[in-house]
C-alpha cells in the first residue's frame, strides 16, 4: 500500500457542480494534510491545510478529515473552468517528518 | 516579497553536460527540498536538507548531487550520470522538525530541463 493514495483521474465535473476529490492514507501517516493545486506548467501551490476531525471551509474549498477511515477529501463547490488542474494530497510520515505527496488527481471543469 | 526562486526558468542541455539548476528562498526555513516531476506524474523526491552542510539522498538521487552551503541556497547539478533528465525540476522549502499543525513545504516556480 503507497502511503498516501490518490484516484490519477482525469475526473470530469460540470461547471457550477461539486467537484469531490480523495485521498486515502497509511496507518504510517498521520499529523495534518494538505492539499496543493498545479496548474499544467506550474508549481504545485497550498490551497488548504487541515489537522482535525471533521470538515475545514475556506471560500469555496471543504477540506475533510477523517482519522479512523483514513480519508481526508477536498470538495470545491461551484466548480469553474478555472479550477481545472491536478490536485495534489500530501501528509506528514510519522517517523521522519517527511511530507509524503500523493501522484494527483487531474480535475477537469467542462462548461 | 517572501519566496523561493528558481533559475532558469528553461534550461537546454546537451548529451555529456553537467548542468546546475538554482534554488534561493528568503523564508528563513531550516529545509529544503528537490523534486522532479515527469509528464502526467507525481512528485518524486531527489535530495533533501535540514541544515547547512548536511543533505540526504531522496527517492532517485542517482545522477544528482547538491550542496548547502548556505541557508537560502540549495543548488542541483545534473550530471552526465543521469541517463534521462529531461523533465520539470521544482525546489521547495520548509520549517523542519515535529511538524506544528500548518508546517508544510513551499514551491519555487520549477526549472524545465531538456536534453537535445
Known amino acids: 500500500q503507497k502511503e498516501v493514495e490518490q484516484n490519477s483521474g482525469p475526473l470530469s465535473v460540470p461547471e457550477g457542480a461539486i467537484a469531490s476529490l480523495n485521498c486515502t492514507y497509511s496507518?504510517?501517516?498521520?499529523?495534518?494534510f494538505f492539499w496543493y493545486r498545479q496548474y499544467s506548467g506550474k508549481s504545485p501551490e497550498l490551497i488548504m491545510s487541515?489537522?482535525s476531525n471533521g470538515d475545514k471551509e475556506d471560500g469555496r474549498f471543504t477540506a475533510q478529515l477523517n482519522k479512523a477511515s483514513q480519508y481526508v477529501s477536498l470538495l470545491i463547490r461551484d466548480s469553474q473552468p478555472s479550477d481545472s488542474a491536478t490536485y495534489l494530497c500530501a501528509g506528514y510520515m510519522d517517523s521522519n517528518y517527511q511530507l509524503i505527496w500523493g501522484a494527483g488527481t487531474k480535475l477537469i471543469i467542462k462548461p | 516579497d517572501g519566496g523561493i526562486t528558481q533559475s532558469p526558468k528553461y534550461l537546454f542541455r546537451k548529451e555529456g553536460q553537467n548542468v546546475t539548476l538554482s534554488c534561493e528562498q528568503n523564508l528563513n526555513h531550516d529545509a529544503m527540498y528537490w523534486y522532479r516531476q515527469d509528464p502526467g506524474q507525481g512528485l518524486r523526491l531527489i535530495y533533501y536538507s535540514q541544515i547547512v552542510n548536511d543533505f540526504q539522498k531522496g527517492d532517485i538521487a542517482e545522477g544528482y548531487s547538491v550542496s548547502r552551503e548556505k541557508k537560502e541556497s540549495f543548488p542541483l547539478t545534473v550530471t552526465s550520470a543521469q541517463k534521462n533528465p529531461t523533465a520539470f525540476y521544482l525546489c521547495a522549502s520548509s520549517g523542519w522538525g515535529p511538524p506544528q499543525f500548518e508546517d508544510t513545504q513551499y514551491f519555487g516556480p520549477g526549472t524545465r530541463l531538456t536534453v537535445l
Open positions: 496507518d504510517r501517516v498521520s499529523q495534518s
Open positions: 487541515i489537522y
